[in-house]
């Protein structure tokens, strides 16, 4: 079946716009997880969705950051006034299982939405 | 800030050679993994080794985890070109949480 989708995959903004990513998981997944990688690093985590609830957005590095999945499967994440160390590939990853720690998750990422603000 | 740190951070190695990799992390673990990325697959897992396992094996890869020391590494043996990409760890703190924490990286390269 089809794997997780991102777009776009590649987003130019100028700093202080505000950009909108979208994340399209596996079909029936329930856990839906966004990170931040910059170029050189492992992915940083930034926020956890278990259907439509949000449950650990500890990672969002400010109040710009917002993501949200009303309806349980399509997310997106919003940054607001970007800024140049918002430049980065974000990442999303779904996972079939819930309730439980990361670490007992397959997750299964998208490709990735490169980020470059100017 | 990331609590696994690979090391070597880059290795090159010719094909049919052997490749480990080391990782460490901070605090106590439920599970830990591995992952792989490259430029034409992006990030995909390949294992899962529990906290209570001190060694798991799939096809090439080979796994091992010491609690003691905080430590796992990844051994991929007769290597090819195409296991050339990025290795990461990722864990959790065992606080019940969501958060997966990656470090940064081990970058290989085989040589044909």
């Known amino acids: 079946g089809a794997g997780v989708s991102q777009s776009p995959r590649y987003k130019v903004a100028k700093r202080g716009q505000d950009v909108a990513l979208r994340c399209d998981p596996i079909s029936g997944h329930v856990s839906l997880f966004w990170y931040q990688q910059a170029l050189g690093q492992g992915p940083e985590f930034l926020t956890y969705f278990q259907n439509e609830a949000q449950l650990d957005k500890s990672g969002l590095p400010s109040d710009r950051f917002f993501a949200e999945r009303p309806e349980g499967s399509v997310s997106t994440l919003k940054i607001q006034r970007t800024q140049q160390e918002d430049s980065a590939v974000y990442l999303c990853?779904?996972?079939?299982?819930?309730?439980?720690?990361?670490?007992?998750?397959?997750?299964?990422f998208g490709p990735g939405t490169r980020l470059t603000v100017l | 800030s990331q609590q696994g740190e690979e090391d070597p951070q880059a290795l090159s190695i010719q094909e049919g050679e052997n490749a480990t990799m080391n990782c460490s992390y901070k605090?106590?673990?439920?599970?830990l993994q591995w992952y792989r990325q490259n430029s034409g697959r992006g990030l995909v897992h390949l294992i899962l080794i529990r906290s209570n396992e001190r060694e798991k094996h799939s096809g090439r890869l080979r796994v091992t985890l010491d609690t003691s020391k905080k430590s796992s590494s990844l051994l991929i043996t007769a290597s090819r070109a195409a296991d050339t990409a990025s290795y990461f760890c990722?864990?959790?703190?065992?606080?019940?949480?969501?958060?997966?924490?990656f470090g940064a990286g081990t970058r290989l390269f085989v040589k044909a």
């Open positions: 990722a864990t959790d703190a065992d606080t019940g949480g969501f958060k997966t924490i």
């Open positions: 990853a779904s996972s079939s299982l819930a309730g439980v720690a990361s670490s007992y998750n397959e997750q299964f």
């Open positions: 605090t106590s673990i439920n599970n």
